[in-house]
């Protein structure tokens, strides 16, 4: 997979199957994850923070996406009951597997 395929698979997993034990599939194990709310520098703390504090009823729809050589981009608007939001995140990937994300929005939308 290319790094927009994995990172619509990672979005799959977030927004509808909450399967997150798969996302080890696709995250290499030193993921670097930063967001407004969130920092982890490992697969497995992001995840476990994943499962510890699921986003329950929310979606998102895809506003735009593009790739390059070895990283995406994907600009959705959330939305969880009446707030929504536009967030982008982009995913860099290395053999195979996503090694870092940065999670964009402004956190007051949806606070």
């Given at each position: 997979m290319n790094t927009?395929?994995?990172?619509?698979?990672?979005?799959?997993?977030?927004?509808n199957t909450q399967a997150f034990d798969s996302l080890?599939?696709?995250f290499d194990e030193a993921l670097d994850f930063k967001g407004p709310f969130l920092q982890s520098n490992s697969a497995k703390a992001y995840i476990e923070s994943l499962k510890a504090a699921p986003w329950e009823s929310c979606e998102y729809e895809i506003r735009e996406e593009y790739e390059n050589s070895n990283s995406a981009c994907i600009t959705y608007l959330f939305s969880k009951g009446r707030k929504c939001t536009l967030m982008s995140q982009q995913?860099?990937?290395?053999?195979?597997?996503?090694?870092?994300?940065?999670?964009?929005?402004?956190?007051?939308?949806?606070t």
């Open positions: 927009l395929e994995l990172a619509k698979k990672y979005l799959d997993v977030f927004f080890y599939e696709i995913f860099w990937g290395r053999n195979g597997k996503i090694h870092k994300i940065r999670l964009i929005f402004n956190a007051a939308d949806i």
